[in-house]
């Protein structure tokens, strides 16, 4: 499936404060965009003139519930094309955004949790124009992303925060140390932020969504 994404309801900034910046938070699998929503008002809280939008993946998963950005492929998320539909469908929905909201590109920010991260990993080496910066949570570089990462050009290169649980016993934190080794080696700007005692479910407490407002003020000034 492709063209734009079912977004739900922009949450703007409070009547009277202008729009300066737009946060797309990309959930995981079998989930939808419902599921991280609740984190829109807590990181507008810490950062004045924040727009936050949660779109649903494209595609339902076959477990009969949730969406899924692309096929886990028998738990191996190796699915190129369906990351590239997943992809196009995304660059549409913020090009729209972008527009509605009277913003340009470099005032976004892509976050993913779990596969959504995954996709943004993947996203960042294939979107055509600079980003104010991407998070990662629990996520992981796909192979699919390993084999973009040398076409990316040094100014598409947005600051990037990656932070994982060290005890996730979904996707193991070794995954996370991965995806920001390869990231810093193809020349990103990365934050690597582990967090003690968090597992995959557990990850956002206070100390990660403060964490997650610090990278937000400092990316979109």
């Known amino acids: 499936m492709s063209g734009v994404l079912k977004t739900g309801p922009v949450l703007t900034p409070p009547t009277g404060?202008?729009?300066?910046?737009?946060?797309?938070?990309?959930?995981?699998?079998?989930?939808?965009?419902?599921?991280?929503r609740p984190l829109g008002p807590l990181l507008q809280q810490q950062v004045p003139g924040l727009a936050v939008v949660c779109p649903d993946a494209p595609n339902a998963t076959l477990m009969g519930y949730g969406r899924q950005w692309f096929s886990d492929a028998g738990w191996t998320f190796h699915d190129p094309a369906g990351m590239a539909v997943a992809h196009e469908a995304l660059m549409q929905t913020v090009t729209d955004l972008c527009q509605r909201l009277a913003l340009s590109?470099?005032?976004?920010?892509?976050?993913?949790?779990?596969?959504?991260?995954?996709q943004v990993a993947y996203s960042l080496t294939q979107w055509p124009t600079p980003l104010a910066g991407a998070m990662v949570l629990a996520g992981a570089l796909t192979p699919t992303a390993q084999a973009g990462l040398a076409a990316v050009a040094?100014?598409?290169r947005p600051p990037l925060w990656v932070a994982h649980g060290e005890d996730d016993a979904v996707v193991p934190v070794t995954a996370g140390q991965a995806?920001?080794?390869?990231?810093?080696?193809?020349?990103?700007?990365?934050?690597?932020?582990p967090?003690?005692?968090?597992?995959h479910t557990t990850?956002?407490?206070p100390q990660v969504l403060g964490a997650m407002g610090v990278f937000l003020r400092r990316v979109l000034g």
Do not use: K, N
């Open 17 to 36: 404060v202008g729009v300066q910046g737009l946060l797309v938070l990309l959930h995981g699998f079998g989930a939808d965009g419902d599921d991280l």
């Open 105 to 118: 590109p470099e005032r976004v920010v892509l976050a993913g949790f779990s596969q959504g991260g995954m």
């Open 154 to 156: 040094t100014a598409a």
């Open 179 to 193: 995806l920001a080794a390869a990231l810093t080696q193809a020349g990103y700007g990365v934050t690597w932020h």
């Open 195 to 199: 967090v003690a005692r968090a597992g």
């Open 203 to 205: 990850l956002f407490g």
